[in-house]
């Protein structure tokens, strides 16, 4: 670990650390109190660093901030990759966290240059190991509320958005003022026809070893075909990816980090979800669907996305979050949207090059999002060109 004291600013010293074992205190104390997400946390970290981060070579970089009395202020929980010759900082976690923001006290007054010192100093005690861009991807603007200090730097959209809801203790009630009848009655329709077609259709969770195995044995395998579908680059049948998921989703001697949850079938698991909550809101971080057509007409993964929701109501959870997507599915079930931005910090010139670049495409990416008409048809021809190159059936959302 490496310090530095500061003068005049919210804070008054800077470490740096490559091990998470040299900052599990400072975690902790922040983890307890800051306004963050499950994704922020080390039951959902250290897993993807000893997994996936592992495997991908990341480099971790912890960055904290502290007051004249040595409590902790602000955490940064990045990981250095090597892109050829570039060095990009991002947060941990990559794709598998759905959204990212540092560990930091409410009742620290930030201000922008307060963050770039907060930055310049650490990238001045790295030295030769700091750098090239600090990539900050996909932060939310506000978290329950709260504004995130890192939109004080300078910033732009994402391309995503995250649906959310805040929840009420009596599901149906919230259900009725989400869905029309028409759409609840259809809903029903649809598990009578899965239970004459296959069995009984009941909600299952993690919460043996044999349940999570069996969930997680159905999760793989489909998000494999379905990506495959859709000619999306990510192998669940990767060890390390495996390894990851099924860290936070078996028990063992401590509780599993996600619920994972399968929706079953006479005794067929068809659709899976995942997510956990943390401040009393509840982050969904992935699912899967048999896409078997005479399975997938009958909207598996709308039934358990609906028992997921009726569930977190019962447990009287605040705040529900279907992830980043505007997934029609998604939105019948939230009213409000969760806006996130990224910011691109430059070290070295070589670093100002890809921000510039890599700022310009995520730009385009989302002007093609939010036109909705371009955007089904860019998809529609990827997957028909996927489909006609790999033999691969075409299954709609």
């Known amino acids: 670990m490496k310090s530095q004291a500061v003068s005049g600013r919210s804070f008054a010293v800077v470490e740096v650390s490559r091990e998470p074992a040299a900052v599990l205190a400072v975690w902790e104390e922040l983890e307890a109190i800051a306004p963050v997400s499950i994704y922020q946390t080390r039951a959902f970290l250290i897993p993807w660093l000893e997994t996936l981060g592992a495997a991908r070579k990341i480099a971790p970089l912890f960055i904290a901030a502290k007051n004249h009395d040595g409590a902790p202020v602000m955490l940064l929980c990045l990981g250095i990759r090597a892109v050829g010759p570039l060095r990009i900082a991002s947060f941990l976690g990559d794709k598998a966290a759905n959204f990212d923001m540092p560990l930091w006290r409410q009742d620290v007054a930030w201000t922008r240059k307060d963050l770039e010192a907060l930055l310049h100093h650490a990238v001045s005690l790295l030295g030769p190991a700091a750098p090239d861009v600090f990539a900050l991807r996909e932060q939310p603007l506000e978290w329950r509320g709260i504004r995130n200090p890192i939109a004080l730097l300078p910033h732009q959209p994402s391309p995503n958005v995250v649906p959310a809801a805040k929840l009420e203790a009596d599901s149906k009630r919230y259900f009725a003022s989400r869905l029309s009848s028409n759409a609840r009655r259809k809903l029903r329709q649809h598990e009578a026809r899965l239970t004459h077609l296959l069995g009984r259709v009941a909600l299952i969770r993690n919460d043996t070893a044999a349940r999570a195995d069996?969930?997680?044995?159905?999760?793989f395998a489909q998000r494999t075909v379905r990506f495959r579908q859709q000619g999306i680059n990510a192998d669940y049948s990767d060890p390390a990816m495996q390894a990851f998921w099924t860290r936070l989703a078996r028990p063992s001697s401590t509780p599993a980090a996600l619920e994972f949850y399968g929706l079953s079938a006479g005794?067929?698991?068809?659709?899976t979800a995942a997510g956990a909550t943390h401040g009393g809101h509840f982050s969904g971080a992935v699912n899967s669907i048999d896409t078997r057509p005479e399975i997938a007409r009958l909207s598996p993964g709308t039934l358990l996305f609906n028992k997921l929701i009726a569930l977190q109501c019962e447990k009287k959870v605040e705040g529900f979050d279907g992830g980043p997507g505007e997934a029609l599915y998604k939105m019948?079930?939230?009213d409000q949207v969760i806006g996130l931005f990224d910011v691109f910090v430059p070290v070295r010139f070589k670093g100002r090059v890809f921000a510039s670049l890599r700022a310009s495409s995520l730009r385009l990416k989302r002007a093609i999002k939010k036109n909705r008409r371009l955007f089904e048809s860019i998809r529609s021809i990827k997957?028909?060109?996927?489909?006609r190159?790999?033999?691969?059936?075409?299954?709609?959302?």
Request: with cysteine; glycine share 10%; net charge positive.
């Open 332 to 334: 019948r079930y939230c």
């Open 214 to 219: 069996a969930i997680l044995g159905a999760f």
């Open 267 to 271: 005794g067929t698991i068809i659709a």
């Open 383 to 387: 997957r028909r060109l996927h489909a």
């Open 389 to 397: 190159r790999f033999g691969a059936e075409m299954i709609e959302d």
